[in-house]
């Protein structure tokens, strides 16, 4: 089983920056991805952006490119990955979560994996 728990969501005001964590605990697998979702009020939840944890590579939905960059953090004992988001725009607000799986970019039924979500509000 494995168990992810995001943290750093909060509230900032349009153009600035928010960095987000997902910190992973359990076994996981060769071809393992960590994903980044976002959820609006109203709206169905999203892809937003992935890395695959052996090789670096990464992923971006259009809306986020060049704004939002995702990495990960090998090093440390607690198996971390990073959504840094700058130019943050309005239309950022959502819940985000974090999600693992072995696709790198796929829907919501392709992840097996979630953690609980972050808010994260941007104000005009």
């Known amino acids: 089983q494995v168990q992810l728990v995001e943290s750093g969501g909060g509230l900032v005001q349009a153009g600035g920056s928010l960095r987000l964590s997902c910190a992973f605990s359990?076994?996981?697998?060769?071809?393992?991805?960590v994903a980044w979702f976002r959820q609006a009020p109203g709206k169905e939840r999203e892809f937003v952006t992935s890395?695959?944890?052996?090789?670096?590579?990464?992923?971006?939905a259009d809306s986020v490119k060049g704004r939002f960059t995702i990495s990960r953090d090998r090093d440390n004992a607690e198996r971390t990955v990073y959504l840094q988001m700058n130019s943050l725009k309005p239309e950022d607000t959502a819940v985000y979560y974090c999600?693992?799986?072995?696709?790198?970019?796929?829907?919501?039924?392709?992840?097996?994996?979630w953690g609980q979500g972050a808010q994260v509000t941007v104000s005009s």
């Open positions: 999600a693992g799986g072995s696709r790198p970019v796929g829907g919501v039924d392709d992840y097996t994996y």
């Open positions: 359990g076994r996981t697998f060769f071809t393992w991805v």
């Open positions: 890395i695959t944890w052996s090789g670096g590579s990464t992923y971006y």
